[in-house]
């Protein structure tokens, strides 16, 4: 495991009615050893296949069942219990779990307190394959991926029911390991890190510009995502809708692509990682007046443009011990796209995601991307950018690392 970033923590873990709900008491064991303070909710159909009693020996603490326990209630009231943790863990999620939590049920305990707590959810679903594959699972589970909750899960193998597929629960480790993620991991401590988001503007005169749609959200969530691995993060952001990250505590703004080159190569010095996320603008007019145009008689107005610096590129030229990782926003050819950019800006990874569709990529919530480096293609997502971004820190720190140690051995 990373450093445990488990201990003290206090984390809900919730069971539902599936087989894989023997291995819960082993989540509990191992996250007691971790140091965090547990405690078990258990569904009714959950008790059918484990008893309250081994996983009370196992937390130290009661287990709960019901909604309405006078004497539980006494001790701590469902909405203390939510507002206690600090993450919930649903494992083993059935099926039928996952629907009334997409729908906002409130019917037993563990759905009232997955409605009622503002600590990070995640669940690790476990059925059969076909039960998994079903387009109502699915659906449930693309909402919750869109309300934010962690889907751990599920791992593919023999089933329970005699069948083989995906459905079965997560190993009770990597369970661990993931909650150990939701709070910060050091994959990046003492890196120093350089990101750019957000979109640029280029002036035609004082009131008008060229720009274009690109929120912000994903660059600004690995500048956050990178923090919470420990890196030393330097945020350049042209125009934007999304607040700053609050953990981030160096930031610059910028307007233009050029701008923007300046105020990268300014800070570049010491840098080990460049993360390029900027959408920014290829070209420029090619005159900004000072005064603002008047519309003319003709139909048509001409303009012309020319060409912006790269910035990505740049800095390879600059600085080509960097690691640097950059964007590839395409409407086709995703991944050949994204080859010739690697190869073109002589980067070290580009991220290419699809614009448009129902994970597009400007703007959105959601997405998808395609990792290609010089050794293939690796697919993270569909997920919240939040939680694209922690994957993608995860990647990057593998590849940096072992790109590192290989300048070291050289
Ligand atoms: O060539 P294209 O604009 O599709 O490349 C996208 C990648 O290059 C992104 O990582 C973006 O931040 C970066 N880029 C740049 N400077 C430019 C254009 C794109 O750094 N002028």
New binding site residues.
């Given amino acids: 495991m990373q450093t445990n970033q488990l201990n003290g923590k206090r984390i809900l873990i919730g069971v539902t009615g599936g087989i894989a709900a023997y291995r819960t008491a082993e989540l509990v064991r191992r996250l007691r050893d971790a140091g965090v303070d547990v405690r078990v909710v258990m569904t009714a159909n959950a008790e059918a296949f484990i008893s309250s009693l081994t996983l009370q020996a196992l937390s130290g603490n009661p287990v709960r069942t019901e909604t309405f326990d006078e004497a539980a209630e006494a001790g701590m009231s469902h909405i203390e219990l939510a507002r206690w943790a600090d993450a919930v863990m649903v494992a083993p999620a059935t099926a039928g779990f996952i629907a009334r939590l997409a729908n906002g049920l409130a019917d037993d305990l563990l759905t009232t307190l997955c409605l009622a707590t503002e600590a990070p959810i995640a669940i690790a679903p476990a059925m059969n394959r076909v039960m998994w594959a079903s387009p109502a699972t699915q659906d449930n589970v693309a909402r919750l991926i869109t309300r934010g909750v962690a889907i751990s899960g599920p791992g593919e193998g023999d089933q329970a029911c005699g069948e083989v597929g995906p459905g079965r629960m997560l190993q009770p480790e990597d369970l661990v390991e993931q909650l150990n993620d939701m709070f910060g991991t050091s994959l990046l401590s003492g890196v120093r890190l350089l990101v ?1 988001a957000g979109s640029t503007w280029e002036a035609i005169d004082p009131v008008r510009g060229i720009t274009n749609r690109s929120s912000g959200k994903m660059g600004y969530a690995i500048a956050d995502a990178a923090v919470r691995a420990g890196a030393d993060v330097t945020l350049v952001s042209g125009p934007a809708s999304e607040p700053l990250p609050a953990s981030v505590r160096k930031f610059r703004q910028v307007t233009s ?1 050029r701008d923007m080159l300046h105020t990268v190569m300014d800070e570049i010095d010491g840098q080990d990682l460049f993360v ?7 070209y420029r007019p090619s005159s900004v007046s000072k005064r603002k145009l008047k519309k003319q008689n003709d139909d048509v107005l001409h303009m012309e443009f020319i060409k ?6 740049e800095v390879k030229k600059q600085k080509p011990g960097i690691f640097s990782v ?4 395409e409407t086709d050819n995703l991944v050949s796209e994204g080859r010739k ?1 690697l190869l073109a ?1 002589r980067a070290d990874l580009i991220a290419a995601n699809f614009v448009g569709g129902d994970f597009g990529a400007i703007g959105s919530d959601s997405n998808v991307l395609e990792l290609i480096d010089r050794s293939g293609v690796t697919r993270i997502g569909p997920a919240l950018k939040s939680t694209i971004a922690e994957q993608l820190i995860e990647e990057i720190s593998v590849r940096f690392h072992a790109q590192s140690t290989l300048q070291n051995t050289r």
């Fill in positions: 750019t692509a390029s996320v900027a959408a920014v603008a290829d912006n610096p790269d910035i990505l590129a950059g964007f590839a926003a950019k800006k």
